[in-house]
T-cell receptor, first 114, second 117 residues
């Protein structure tokens, strides 16, 4: 069965540095991958989507890469700020695309230290 | 735009009672709504998918008679936890998307914290 792995340990990073979060998956070939942000006690907020035929996607200070050979996505936040502290979830879209049911990873908690 | 609300934000109930959670898309028509459950420090687990006007599709292991889902309109879906027990205590989150297919992002509600005593 498909498996999604995100670093369960919290990532602590100094303000201003680039934070890099990893999402690895096995036994699956998703048509797309999404990244969400979740604050404590709140629902996730969509950040970025990258398709299987895209290598990289950017949005303001965010950058996502998608390596279908390595079965890995990297999520980067440049010039990180304390307000970026949250849990970040990756979610895999279905194989072949279409119907938008996604499967979520467990998330990585990011703490940006002032 | 694309705001999804949930009500209530938290609820405490006695074991054996039923609890209804509402999920509304406030500024768009949600063809599809999803219901998730999230336990502490765990991922969101999809419980069911509901399309307006049709029966919900439940994930494996989710009891459809216990978790009743109604998607009566394009802006409202409800989840009723029937005969709730302490093990049903969790964070329930709904999401909505305007399309049936494609790559539409999901817009999540703020979640409902259910505590069953």
């Amino acid at each position: 069965s498909q498996k999604i792995e995100q670093n369960s340990e919290a990532l602590n990073i100094q303000e201003g540095k680039t934070a890099t979060l990893t999402c690895n998956y096995t036994n699956y070939s998703p048509a797309y991958l999404q990244w969400y942000r979740q604050d404590p006690g709140r629902g996730p907020v969509f950040l970025l989507l990258i398709r299987e035929n895209e290598k990289e996607k950017r949005k303001e200070r965010l950058k996502v890469t998608f390596d279908t050979t390595l079965k890995q996505s990297l999520f980067h936040i440049t010039a990180s700020q304390p307000a970026d502290s949250a849990t970040y979830l990756c979610a895999l879209g279905p194989q072949g695309g279409g119907y938008q049911k996604v499967t979520f990873g467990t998330g990585t908690k990011l703490q940006v230290i002032p | 735009g694309a705001v999804v609300s949930q009500h209530p934000s938290w609820v405490i109930c006695k074991s054996g009672t039923s609890v209804k959670i509402e999920c509304r898309s406030l500024d768009f028509q949600a063809t599809t709504m999803f219901w998730y459950r999230q336990f502490p420090k765990q991922s969101l687990m999809l419980m069911a998918t509901s399309n307006e006007g049709s029966k919900a599709t439940y994930e494996q292991g989710v009891e459809k008679d216990k978790f009743l889902i109604n998607h009566a309109s394009l802006t409202l879906s409800t989840l009723t936890v029937t005969s709730a027990h302490p093990e049903d205590s969790s964070f329930y989150i709904c999401s909505a998307t305007p399309g049936r297919g494609g790559l539409n992002e999901q817009f999540f509600g703020p979640g409902t914290r259910l505590t069953v005593l």
